[in-house]
């Protein structure tokens, strides 16, 4: 099948083609043509299967009828709405609808916030009919009123499972609000869950359900692979791989944001160019650190799950879990930044004792074990062949199994407790007064005979300080003196 066979205007066509594209995805193939036929659609695939051109292609054919270069902004008013979860994506997005429209008549715009808003007032002004924003930025110029949804036909809600764990759906609701009734919705997201059905149950009408994989799933032509290390051992493991194997291009995943810049830090003073990007930094300082590390210039980039989605990377090879995500779903968008559009990448995950749990959570996920490779000089402990705790989250014991006996107090763990005379028996708490029959609460409290209350010492006089003068109390005065 091509693009022809869809249904596409040949300006699309020819921006398909200018692009590099021949054959559209599964995803492409199932949602372009519904999409073209003015249907909600709630679409699911796997990151890097081309959702974005799967919604951004039909939307622009159905917008093209509203092209013209007239130089009026009453001529451009907002007509298709696309909300991301982060910049990123954001920007992402927009690039793909500036590729797709260059043959095109018609004007777009991408709202974000960490950057000064007078840039996009002035775009808007001008009038765009394709609007690519994050929810948060985008209320902000709901506020100063540089923004009309009068006229929009078309929503896209790209990403919508990340919009939930951000906690964007309330802004979502309040620009929902905002728009007319009669438009065409689109969902869009990796992964689906409850949640994200309800949610889409209130917003679309009679959509169609789209998925080409199943839930949560990774894409088939990344090889995995899990390096048992100790915790201790983590930077030196990452630097040691980044050498021996010479990865021209890797971008490397840590939970922190302190813990992205610290090791970004210690791989440059390792002799290995690299950078790190995370919610703390400037927009334009992640702009700059990304588009470097496209350009070849940082080898390797550190980042936190704010690079998880919308880092869209030609051709990158590998990426490295330097610490294990909390919940396995970011597992998969994580990965999914290699292996797209159908090539082949590799994703290799180093894990301590300490992280076992997240790795049988994954594994679960993915429905297969994950293979482990241990490397010659850095295995992990002892501790990581022990099993895992009974009754926690993804860790669970062999069933049947008895808890080990806590250590002696003192005791290092690995050795055996010295061998001597043996403790002696615990003392015995004393009995509570309440416990005592003889003891009645009604009465007040009164000393034993045999208690003794040492009496404070009386306080000497400073040398050198005079004696403290009587101040007249609040009421009474001061006390007469006997004459």
């Known amino acids: 099948m091509s693009f022809a066979d869809l249904g596409l205007m040949p300006e699309l066509l020819k921006a398909v083609t200018d692009a590099g594209y021949a054959e559209p995805t599964p995803i492409q193939a199932q949602a372009i043509p519904i999409i073209l036929a003015g249907k909600d659609v709630m679409g699911g695939a ?6 974005t051109a799967g919604f951004t292609l039909p939307l622009l054919q159905r917008l093209s009828r509203h092209a013209n270069t007239s130089p009026s902004p009453a001529r ?3 007509r298709a709405l696309i909300l991301t979860p982060t910049r990123e994506l954001a920007m992402q ?3 793909s609808v500036v590729t797709y429209s260059k043959h095109l008549a018609l004007r777009s715009v991408v709202i974000y916030g960490g950057v000064d808003m007078r840039a996009q007032m002035e775009q808007l002004r001008l009038g765009r009919e394709i609007v690519v924003a994050t929810p948060g930025r985008l209320l902000d110029h709901v506020e100063q009123k540089t923004v009309n ?3 929009v036909e078309v929503l896209v809600l790209d990403e919508a499972d990340r919009m939930l764990d951000m906690g964007f759906i309330p802004d979502v609701k309040r620009i929902l609000a905002l728009l007319p009734k009669e438009r065409q919705s689109l969902l869009f997201s990796a992964t689906f869950s409850e949640e994200i059905k309800r949610l889409a ?5 009679n959509p169609q359900l789209i998925e080409v994989a199943r839930r949560n799933a990774a894409a088939d032509n990344i090889t995995h692979r899990v390096h048992p290390v100790a915790q201790d051992l983590k930077r030196q493991v990452l630097a040691h791989l980044i050498k021996t194997q010479d990865l021209g291009q890797v971008l490397v995943f840590v939970a922190t944001k302190f813990g992205a810049s610290r090791l970004a830090h210690y791989l440059g003073r390792m002799g290995i160019s690299a950078d790190a990007i995370h919610g703390d930094k400037s927009q334009q300082q992640r702009t700059e650190a990304l588009e470097a ?6 080898s390797v980039l550190v980042a936190t799950d704010v690079a998880a989605r919308g880092l869209d990377v030609e051709d990158l090879p590998q990426v490295i879990n330097f610490e294990l995500p909390h919940t396995p779903e970011d597992y998969i968008h994580r990965i999914g930044r290699t292996g797209r559009a159908g090539k082949s990448g590799t994703a290799v995950s180093l894990v301590c004792a300490e992280e076992r749990g997240r790795l049988a959570e994954i594994e679960k996920l993915l429905k297969r074990p994950l293979e482990q490779v241990k490397l010659e000089g850095f295995e992990a402990g002892a501790e990581f062949k022990e099993p895992l705790e009974r009754g926690k989250r993804g860790r669970t014991a062999a069933h049947g199994s008895t808890p080990p006996a806590p250590a002696p107090r003192g005791a290092k763990p690995g050795r055996e407790p010295r061998r001597g005379p043996p403790p002696p028996a615990a003392r015995a708490a004393p009995a509570r007064p309440g416990a005592t029959p003889d003891f009645d609460w009604r009465k007040p409290y009164e000393p034993a005979p045999d208690s003794f209350i040492e009496p404070p010492l009386p306080i000497p006089p ?5 004696p403290r003068r009587q101040i007249a109390a609040l009421l009474g005065g001061l006390p ?4």
């Not at 007469?480 to 004459?483: I, Q, R």
């Open 462 to 466: 400073r040398p050198g300080h005079k």
């Open 93 to 95: 997005v927009h690039e």
């Open 46 to 51: 796997q990151t890097g299967t081309g959702k």
């Open 201 to 205: 149950d209130s917003m679309l009408r």
């Open 149 to 151: 949804f009068g006229a």
């Open 76 to 78: 451009h008013p907002v």
């Open 480 to 483: 007469k003196k006997n004459e």
């Open 293 to 298: 590390f496209k350009a070849g210039r940082v």
